[in-house]
């Protein structure tokens, strides 16, 4: 097991989850760019199946380009709405509201008809640390939504008026990650989806290097100034540590810290815009 998990959470996430469905009209599920696969709980979206939902691959600015093409295309092919989106710049947030008007526009119409006026009540579900309350702050320009860069923050819920059509919950609803395997839990850590205290940060750091050495063996030896050909994750996390002086009392290398250092880079887009997930992951 790379992560110490608990099962309950998923129930609670689950009545909550279920509470919100009464209000929200429309879904903006966020997914991390960089594991838009992983980063996703299918057993928790199902709750809400009835309802529309915009899958939005935010952090795409630290992701592969490329592979925010492929993850969109995928969307598309499994007939579902999805937009590569930086919270952080506020890059195509627009853009969402115009898929929603196209989503709900039976809705709005039939509204129009009858005289009054549809106004689309949004929620915001995502895994921890994948930017949702920036989102959330980018959208209604306030602060009341609180960021942090540490997973799992709670509020107390208000709707927010975006314009005269649009509002949209302040709080978002945190979907517990869903962990199917080792690989999925290694790329969420890798990501910081997961409390730091829940893993074991240096085997962590190995796997991903694992992972990452098959399609980014180029941007990881020259940011490190390594040869990846004869070298094992273990021996290259060494190395990682001794190029940035990582070294305890007693000479031999500090391979916590080395993993620190390594993971900070890959989660900043030190190394490179680097994807973990494989279309053909799912
Ligand atoms: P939450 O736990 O889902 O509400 O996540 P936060 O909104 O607190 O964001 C977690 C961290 O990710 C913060 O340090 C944000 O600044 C950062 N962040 C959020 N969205 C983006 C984005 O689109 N691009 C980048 N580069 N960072 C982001």
Redesign the pocket.
Known sequence: MIVQWYPGHMQKAKREILELNKYVDLYLI?LD?RAPLSSRNEQLESLIKDKPKIFIL?????ADEKKNTQFLNYFESINQRALC?????G?NVKNIFKIAENLLKDKIEEARQKGRRKIVRFGVL????????????KITNSSK?????????TKSKQWIKINDYFEMLDT?G?LVPKIEDDLVAIKLCAI?SIKDELYDKELVAKKTIGIIKKGYCELLNKKYSLDFLNMSEEEYLIEIGKKRGCVLKEGKIDTLKAANLFLEDLRK?KIGRITLDEIGDR
């Open positions: 966020l760019a935010n952090k795409a600015d630290l989106v930086d919270s952080l710049k890059t995502g895994i921890p640390n994948v930017g949702k309350s920036t989102l959330i702050n939504a609180k960021t942090g860069d540490k997973p799992g923050v978002p945190i910081g887009a």
